[in-house]
């Protein structure tokens, strides 16, 4: 993984389709209830481009195949007029990545076969023809065309040979010996989503766009990271990369590069403490955009837009005035104005910002991370001719495309309205919720079964999200789905800490994590039985990564919950700031100090540390590739639990890493089915 991804990870992140009915997801009688099954024929549209005359939006098709169990991706075209749709005739399992060429003639992708084998490819599109433009030993990332067409530039990981310690005997010919000894040096040489990692860099290349030998421009021991973006002359590549000494401890702090395409010279254009990245050249080439922040050592910053000069002077930020974070940006055809997304209040807005920093309203969107919880989040954005495409969601369907011309939007595609229209599903509708702390308004959302009766008493799964630092929002998913199949209705909020409602509300929890978070989701809780739709007396709740830091915190607070099951935490502090993949980032930003300088803040905060007050049967759910949040943790509580007698059970999911403990829709169904199966252990029956 290279250095930013492992940053942006790190800052805001943390089979039984044939079950018995209830823990599938599916009531006897009503066919039209949202199924596990259902996961499999779910589609969501991600990464549109648009053809640089604005007529066709080229776009990655995510899916699923039933018989591999795994996540695919087409390239589908759409006309922007009449909303005709086709895909790309790639020949391949999946396709993605999708960079049209300067005079849109031609569509550069990458491929990856059924041996898992990736290809970088360009399709001439007058002539329908195809080809594969070079042999590459690893993945191409972040495709980026020259303004001549002539050149495509990206990142592609280059193995380097493994560092030694002494060496075995002579080992003698025929002979089968252990493997040789893994020896680490790296500061980070675990990532998840990845595992180990191999020896390497990923480093910045260059191919003529018509095929040929790819050209390393970089090198030595850092790791550079897209997007690319190419000089308005073509002569330089504009990326972002760590070039700084202490870059293996503080790998957040990167710096927009200009790496010259003849000769490989690398000038560093930004130098402050803080990430800076994404650059995006401005039409006439004489600045550059980009997104970053200044690090104050805080748990959460805004991430701001910036402008600078082509040489990397005069670098000012164009969103000081406006108190969210933004996601992405893009010029606008005259350069004075850039199109912008950026977080507010649990949605995407759209807007125009001009460069003395105002903003124009353009639209409203809804993005959605995934298919399994209701996370809200990471803007698809393109510009050109005056039209802008984006994805956008809603409570009752993952990700479609939307573009915005002349000032009114339309929706191009419909991916999932076969399977989705025919299924009665649950609608969550806002909750108002003020907290018990200090009246703050605190967004929350709750989902009614589908056909529940009229006045019937329902039982309420609680459903925590992730980070802390991110949020949920009014977009689909399968787990809510799923939950209120069975007869659950489903809360799920923002509470401090979360993002998109400005800083001060998310640096709330800074150093104090959990703390009053805890108090906002009891006074949800409490707005959700003052409905008079909840059976007070049937209260379970859930929640993974910080969700399942707080589930654990909540049932050792708390006794009024009937079950619990705690996914992905973090249960000892001290513990996995030495355990997990992002351990120079656990205790700099979210402590004051190491854990062997200051153990009772990490204890305090630790909900092993309530472990002793604990009563409620509590369910432990991990991936067992999981290096976020270690399995170690979860088997922590797991065995403390046991030695305290309380009923529990561990979970582990063959296979996953944190953020893919659902990629794999068997396993994303099998999860939910085991949380209800575990739930339904400890629900009683109430009648209306």
Same mark, same amino acid.
């Given at each position: 993984?290279?250095?930013?991804?492992?940053?942006?990870?790190?800052?805001?992140?943390?089979?039984?389709?044939?079950?018995?009915?209830?823990?599938?997801?599916?009531?006897?009688?009503?066919?039209?209830?949202?199924?596990?099954?259902?996961?499999?024929?779910?589609?969501?549209?991600?990464?549109?481009?648009?053809?640089?005359?604005?007529?066709?939006?080229?776009?990655?098709?995510?899916?699923?195949?039933?018989?591999?169990?795994?996540?695919?991706?087409?390239?589908?075209?759409?006309?922007?007029?009449? =909303? /005709?749709?086709?895909?790309? @005739?790639?020949? %391949?399992?999946?396709?993605? &990545?999708?960079? +049209? #060429? $300067? *005079? !849109?003639?031609?569509?550069?992708?990458?491929?990856?076969?059924?041996?898992?084998?990736?290809?970088?490819?360009?399709?001439?599109?007058?002539? =329908? /023809?195809?080809?594969?433009? @070079?042999?590459? %030993?690893?993945?191409?990332? &972040?495709?980026? +065309? #020259? $303004? *001549? !067409?002539?050149?495509?530039?990206?990142?592609?990981?280059?193995?380097?040979?493994?560092?030694?310690?002494?060496?075995?005997?002579?080992?003698?010919?025929?002979?089968?010996?252990? @493997?040789?000894?893994?020896?680490?040096?790296?500061?980070?040489?675990? #990532?998840?989503?990845?595992?180990?990692?191999?020896?390497?860099?990923?480093?910045?290349?260059?191919?003529?766009?018509?095929?040929?030998?790819?050209?390393?421009?970089?090198?030595?021991?850092?790791?550079?990271?897209?997007?690319?973006?190419?000089?308005?002359?073509?002569?330089?590549?504009?990326?972002?990369?760590?070039?700084?000494?202490?870059?293996?401890?503080?790998?957040?702090?990167?710096?927009?590069?200009?790496?010259?395409?003849?000769?490989?010279?690398?000038?560093?254009?930004?130098?402050?403490?803080?990430?800076?990245?994404?650059?995006?050249?401005?039409?006439?080439?004489?600045?550059?955009?980009?997104?970053?922040?200044?690090?104050?050592?805080?748990?959460?910053?805004?991430?701001?837009?910036?402008?600078?000069?082509?040489?990397?002077?005069?670098?000012?930020?164009?969103?000081?005035?406006?108190?969210?974070?933004?996601?992405?940006?893009?010029?606008?055809?005259?350069?004075?104005?850039?199109?912008?997304?950026?977080?507010?209040?649990?949605?995407?807005?759209?807007?125009?910002?001009?460069?003395?920093?105002?903003?124009?309203?353009?639209?409203?969107?809804?993005?959605?991370?995934?298919?399994?919880?209701?996370?809200?989040?990471?803007?698809?954005?393109?510009?050109?001719?005056?039209?802008?495409?984006?994805?956008?969601?809603?409570?009752?369907?993952?990700?479609?495309?939307?573009?915005?011309?002349?000032?009114?939007?339309?929706?191009?595609?419909?991916?999932?309205?076969?399977?989705?229209?025919?299924?009665?599903?649950?609608?969550?509708?806002?909750?108002?919720?003020?907290?018990?702390?200090?009246?703050?308004?605190?967004?929350?959302?709750?989902?009614?079964?589908?056909?529940?009766?009229?006045?019937?008493?329902?039982?309420?799964?609680?459903?925590?999200?992730?980070?802390?630092?991110?949020?949920?929002?009014?977009?689909?998913?399968?787990?809510?789905?799923?939950?209120?199949?069975?007869?659950?209705?489903?809360?799920?909020?923002?509470?401090?800490?979360?993002?998109?409602?400005?800083?001060?509300?998310?640096?709330?929890?800074?150093?104090?994590?959990?703390?009053?978070?805890?108090?906002?989701?009891?006074?949800?809780?409490?707005?959700?039985?003052?409905?008079?739709?909840?059976?007070?007396?049937?209260?379970?709740?859930?929640?993974?990564?910080?969700?399942?830091?707080?589930?654990?915190?909540?049932?050792?607070?708390?006794?009024?919950?009937?079950?619990?099951?705690?996914?992905?935490?973090?249960?000892?502090?001290?513990?996995?700031?030495?355990?997990?993949?992002?351990?120079?980032?656990?205790?700099?930003?979210?402590?004051?100090?190491?854990?062997?300088?200051?153990?009772?803040?990490?204890?305090?905060?630790?909900?092993?540390?309530?472990?002793?007050?604990?009563?409620?049967?509590?369910?432990?759910?991990?991936?067992?590739?999981?290096?976020?949040?270690?399995?170690?943790?979860?088997?922590?509580?797991?065995?403390?639990?046991?030695?305290?007698?309380?009923?529990?059970?561990?979970?582990?999911?063959?296979?996953?890493?944190?953020?893919?403990?659902?990629?794999?829709?068997?396993?994303?169904?099998?999860?939910?089915?085991?949380?209800?199966?575990?739930?339904?252990?400890?629900?009683?029956?109430?009648?209306?």
């Amino acid at each position: 993984m290279s250095q930013r991804r492992v940053a942006r990870a790190w800052r805001y992140g943390l089979l039984f389709l044939g079950c018995a009915s209830v823990a599938s997801g599916a009531t006897p009688g009503r066919s039209d209830r949202f199924s596990g099954s259902d996961i499999f024929r779910l589609e969501a549209v991600s990464d549109p481009q648009l053809r640089p005359d604005g007529s066709v939006v080229a776009y990655a098709r995510r899916g699923f195949d039933l018989m591999a169990d795994r996540g695919h991706s087409s390239i589908w075209l759409v006309d922007v007029d009449s =909303g /005709a749709q086709h895909p790309l @005739a790639t020949g %391949a399992a999946s396709a993605g &990545s999708p960079r +049209w #060429s $300067p *005079d !849109g003639t031609r569509l550069a992708y990458v491929t990856a076969g059924e041996d898992g084998r990736t290809e970088l490819h360009v399709h001439w599109m007058a002539q =329908g /023809a195809d080809a594969r433009v @070079a042999d590459l %030993a690893d993945a191409p990332q &972040s495709l980026a +065309w #020259s $303004p *001549d !067409g002539r050149s495509l530039a990206f990142l592609m990981f280059v193995p380097e040979d493994a560092p030694k310690l002494g060496e075995a005997p002579p080992k003698p010919e025929g002979a089968k010996w252990a @493997a040789p000894l893994e020896v680490i040096t790296d500061t980070i040489y675990r #990532s998840d989503g990845e595992g180990y990692l191999r020896h390497g860099r990923t480093h910045l290349f260059i191919v003529a766009a018509d095929g040929g030998a790819p050209r390393q421009l970089t090198f030595g021991p850092y790791d550079e990271d897209g997007p690319l973006a190419f000089a308005a002359d073509g002569k330089a590549v504009l990326l972002s990369g760590n070039r700084n000494e202490d870059r293996r401890l503080d790998r957040s702090n990167s710096q927009i590069l200009s790496v010259g395409v003849a000769d490989g010279e690398v000038t560093v254009l930004t130098k402050r403490l803080g990430p800076d990245h994404d650059p995006v050249v401005s039409p006439d080439g004489s600045r550059i955009a980009y997104l970053g922040y200044d690090d104050h050592l805080r748990s959460y910053e805004n991430m701001r837009l910036y402008v600078m000069d082509r040489d990397g002077s005069h670098a000012h930020s164009l969103t000081d005035g406006l108190d969210r974070s933004v996601a992405a940006a893009r010029w606008a055809a005259d350069g004075k104005s850039l199109i912008v997304a950026y977080e507010e209040h649990a949605a995407t807005r759209i807007a125009r910002l001009t460069l003395d920093g105002h903003l124009q309203a353009l639209a409203e969107a809804t993005t959605l991370e995934g298919f399994d919880r209701p996370y809200e989040g990471g803007a698809a954005l393109s510009v050109a001719a005056g039209v802008v495409a984006y994805t956008d969601a809603s409570v009752a369907r993952p990700a479609d495309l939307v573009v915005l011309r002349g000032g009114h939007a339309r929706q191009l595609t419909h991916l999932n309205a076969d399977l989705l229209g025919a299924r009665a599903l649950a609608e969550p509708r806002p909750l108002a919720v003020l907290s018990s702390v200090d009246a703050r308004p605190i967004d929350a959302w709750l989902a009614l079964p589908p056909h529940a009766a009229a006045g019937e008493k329902l039982p309420l799964i609680l459903e925590i999200h992730g980070g802390p630092f991110t949020h949920y929002g009014a977009v689909f998913a399968t787990d809510v789905q799923l939950y209120a199949a069975a007869g659950y209705a489903v809360l799920y909020t923002n509470p401090r800490g979360s993002t998109s409602y400005g800083a001060e509300f998310a640096n709330l929890i800074h150093h104090d994590y959990p703390s009053h978070d805890y108090d906002d989701l009891m006074s949800a809780v409490d707005a959700a039985i003052a409905t008079g739709r909840i059976d007070p007396e049937q209260l379970f709740v859930t929640g993974g990564s910080g969700g399942g830091v707080l589930s654990a915190w909540i049932v050792g607070r708390t006794h009024r919950f009937k079950a619990a099951a705690v996914q992905k935490p973090v249960i000892n502090w001290a513990a996995w700031v030495l355990t997990t993949d992002m351990y120079p980032y656990g205790s700099k930003y979210w402590f004051e100090k190491r854990p062997w300088d200051d153990p009772e803040s990490y204890w305090r905060h630790s909900p092993l540390s309530l472990v002793g007050n604990v009563t409620t049967p509590t369910l432990l759910v991990v991936g067992d590739r999981d290096y976020r949040t270690p399995v170690s943790d979860a088997e922590q509580y797991y065995q403390a639990l046991q030695l305290r007698g309380i009923p529990t059970t561990l979970v582990k999911v063959p296979g996953a890493s944190h953020g893919g403990i659902a990629a794999r829709p068997s396993q994303s169904a099998a999860k939910a089915s085991a949380i209800l199966a575990w739930f339904d252990r400890y629900r009683t029956a109430h009648a209306p």
